[in-house]
């Protein structure tokens, strides 16, 4: 699935609503609505002015509405579909976006070491990473991870639109140059 339209992106987004999903291996099951706002709405307040970070932090859960079952899948599922609309940065932050997954009896199961760059996670040890995104992708785990706090004020969908299209607009306008 390839995503085109911002109003195609905001349909699956509003389908999450109530869709239950886990935020990661082992973690409580989550509303993916209420958990991809939080996740965006923590990312708005710490870098206020990375809005493609903020769009990936919104866009991670997408992958678990598409195909519930194949918790490995959910980071490249979602990349592939948003990578049309919203651009390679937003794609390979999400596609970085797999949570720490430690060996089974790993006692990082219930902390996994988020400001540790030299994860072993196979997205993190490709030489041809930037530190930036690197350190972004991390962000957003830091955030993936908080975004399960009930009652946090995360806003409501529709204040994303714009931000998705701009986002959207942007990714166009650099496509046509390039």
Request: aromatic residues 2%; charged residues 30%.
């Amino acid at each position: 699935m390839e995503l085109r339209r911002v109003e195609e992106l905001m349909d699956l987004l509003h389908a999450c609503r109530g869709a239950r999903g886990t935020a990661c291996p082992g973690g409580a099951a989550v509303d993916l609505h209420d958990h991809a706002l939080q996740t965006a709405a923590l990312l708005r307040r710490s870098r206020p002015a990375d809005k493609e970070l903020q769009v990936a932090g919104l866009v991670h859960v997408i992958g678990q509405l598409l195909r519930p079952s194949d918790l490995s899948a959910h980071a490249d599922l979602t990349a592939g579909a948003v990578r049309p609309l919203l651009g390679e940065r937003v794609s390979s932050l999400v596609r970085l976006h797999r949570p720490h997954e430690p060996s089974p009896g790993d006692p990082s199961l219930d902390d996994p070491p988020f400001d540790d760059p030299s994860l072993d996670d196979p997205p993190f040890d490709d030489p041809l990473l930037g530190d930036a995104i690197v350190e972004d992708a991390l962000i957003l785990r830091q955030a993936d991870e908080s975004a399960r706090t009930a009652g946090l004020d995360a806003g409501v969908l529709e204040d994303w639109r714009t931000v998705l299209e701009l986002v959207s607009a942007r990714h166009t306008r650099l496509g046509a140059i390039d």
